[in-house]
């Protein structure tokens, strides 16, 4: 498993030991305002910034999309951004008009209660979809969530929007550039639904750094395309969906662009943070127990190599096989017969880590199924296929699928 | 549910009592010689026939293509075949030059014992991939199973094709036409792995009607495309599926033609075979509580309700719902939005059964959520959903997703 490329210098700080090291000018506060049945389960989170921050956001390519999503998409494009309100347990989606109406209300009473402009509020929402938002609690739980802004908020935020998460996803990265110490933070939610085409589930990056709108976009695509876009768990695509990156500028006057030699250190530890957070929403992937790496070598481009990779990490034959820990090569032989691209079986060769299993289409001549079978037994693991059609390679990362991720879903929500 | 549609005047027989209704000419045998772990598990058919017959076929579109599969559609381009030699327990797949020759010993060693050209004797294997076949147990088998040939032996073949079915599939259609009474027998086997994109499975059609080879393949296309490509499981695609459809003109010496009148009956007697064993395949389906049909009306064209039905009968997150019996629209609606074709989400109504779910994108006014899961409390079930851009529609036959799946799939090679 290669592990998350973290750059020289840098100061990474996850989950628990996170007061005092949000970048300057942020604050948030998570709180629980009764959506979720469970009491006290936290369900409405706020993300500030005390001056305008610049904003890019990628969003859901469901064509089912969520009030949110929409509310949301029109106001990213004017690059602004103050606050976002967040709630999890209901996804606002399916609610037809009523649902936009709703959406637009969290907007309004957000921005009053902080009294800034409604158009630089954002909105998000996640949960069972179909239902109506309880707009009473929410309209009452936003003046309290309010107060309580900090700027060591943003762990109760991280749980605040957790739905079948069994923890919250948060990492800080600190790196100096140029005389600055840029403090980029993230997290984000998701556990299942998870799925490239979009912007795969709920992720907020704010970084103090300042750099223009125009540069924060092409930015965030780049990133998302090598992280958040190279896991999935079920194949299943959200229709509430949205990845957003704020950069307020609090740490540095300078802003920073590509052309310059402080954009790489900066690009390197955004692309950290988004790396973490997608290996962690894999890591905590509905009921699995294992995580694995597929990754395709030898392929004729990066899009062919994408597609049979996501094809085998797609397949319930394979995920029920590395649930197992039983060394079927041959389901993944037939996953990849099927991704629609072209190449010759008798050439194709697989390894289990470094284990050769298939070598020319056919078992490994001194093939070893326990040591096939040490491998599968590993928590983390990498199935590395060649195709030998061209130079192209690509790696996604996936979970095995266990009766217990049937279960989960079997019962969500009810 | 809609039952398989039966025909006026015609006599179904399916299963127990198959004793001496086989079409005439044909005999057929089942044994176990071994390939199996389990003692006394039949795991060696062969179908026969006494006259030269004409033969069609229809194989797996996976690119990785079992030995079996590759002899087979060689030999079926000639348009004759005489007999059919099936082992279960080992897919020879993923095999490499050792496969093919194994497939055509199997072919010589059939040809010998019954004394006839080995380019008339068709090849099939189904089970586990990667590993060579155990020759010397099928060679010894080979001359006690032709000894056991007989009018009666269809029952014995159809359960040596079994995998992890639960049970044989296996159904005869008797047809008054003109004067002639033409007998269908069709014998299938799979539980997994059954995806449209090809000959879908094992399935076996001998009839007694005299038809010509180039008549028998637009005919054998048009019925697999209705019923065996209608079905799916898990989304799953074999390297070994095949369909033979077998005429050899033991029961009248005039042959059917697609311009008169006595050819549609034919057709529905042998749609009506297919479509059986089509729904046998999903009652069979691997782990499956449900049964659920995924209706499509209203679409631009008939392929896109098939993509829309497809992309709903696949999301792992619908088919647990459907285990969990639980009435998540929500998830139909995100399943449908990723289905890749433009549709309105505001428009689109869902029912379950007769009970209305969603009207124009939103929970149903009236809707009752106690109604709808007593829908999903049947075994059977039709989910119909109108799009409402067009008037084309297709139906699909699917099964939900179980923890027992994942059970089975986690350990079926070890």
Redesign the interface.
């Given at each position: 498993m290669t592990p998350a490329p973290v750059a020289a210098g840098r100061n990474t700080k996850s989950a628990a030991g996170l007061n005092g090291v949000g970048p300057r000018g942020f604050q948030a506060a998570g709180i629980a305002c009764g959506i979720k049945a469970a009491a006290g389960a936290k369900d409405l989170a706020l993300i500030y910034s005390e001056t305008p921050a610049h904003v890019a956001g990628l969003f859901t390519?469901?064509?089912?999309?969520a009030a949110p999503v929409l509310a949301t998409r029109q106001r990213v494009r004017r690059g602004i951004c103050r606050a976002l309100i967040v709630n999890s347990g209901n996804?606002n989606?399916?609610?037809?008009e009523?649902?936009l109406r709703d959406a637009g209300a969290m907007v309004h009473v957000t921005a009053g209660a902080l009294g800034i402009p409604p158009q630089q509020v954002l909105v998000a929402s996640t949960g069972?979809?179909?239902?109506p938002l309880p707009m009473k609690r929410i309209q009452e739980g936003i003046p309290p969530l309010v107060a309580r802004l900090s700027p060591d908020g943003f762990a109760d935020a991280a749980e605040a929007i957790m739905t079948t998460d069994t923890r919250p996803k948060i990492i800080t990265e600190r790196v100096p550039i140029g005389g600055d110490e840029i403090t980029i933070l993230g997290m984000a939610k998701g556990a299942?639904?998870i799925h490239p085409?979009l912007a795969t589930m709920l992720a907020f990056i704010m970084t103090d750094a300042s750099i223009e709108a125009k540069e924060l976009s092409p930015l965030l695509r780049e990133g998302v395309r090598s992280t958040f876009n190279r896991v999935t768990i079920?194949?299943?695509?959200?229709?509430n969906d949205m990845v957003l990156l704020l950069a307020n500028g609090a740490a540095s006057t300078r802003s920073l662009h590509p052309y310059e030699s402080r954009w790489r250190p900066f690009q390197d530890a955004l692309f950290a943070v988004m790396d973490h957070l997608a290996r962690s929403i894999v890591r905590d992937g509905e009921g699995r127990t294992k995580v694995v790496e597929i990754c395709i070598q030898g392929a004729k481009s990066v899009r062919e190599a994408e597609k049979v990779a996501f094809r085998i990490a797609?397949?319930?034959?394979v995920k029920?096989?590395f649930?197992?820990q039983?060394?079927?090569?041959?389901?993944i032989?037939?996953?990849?017969?099927?991704a629609g691209i072209?190449?010759n079986?008798?050439k194709v060769n697989i390894f289990f880590d470094d284990v050769a299993v298939?070598e020319?289409?056919?078992?490994a001549p001194e093939a070893d199924e326990g040591k096939q079978r040490q491998v599968l037994q590993q928590e983390e693991f990498k199935v590395t296929i060649d195709l030998h059609t061209g130079n192209a390679q690509a790696s996604v990362l996936t979970t095995d699928?266990?009766?217990e991720?049937?279960?989960i879903?079997?019962?969500?929500?009810?």
């Open positions: 390519k469901n064509r089912v999309k996804a989606a399916c609610t037809g009523r649902g069972v979809i179909g239902h299942g639904m085409q079920d194949g299943d695509t959200s229709t797609h397949s319930p034959l029920t096989a649930f197992g039983d060394p079927n090569w041959g389901r032989m037939a996953a990849m017969g099927t072209t190449f079986p008798h298939v020319e289409g056919i078992a699928l266990s009766t991720y049937v279960k879903n079997a019962s969500y929500s009810t």
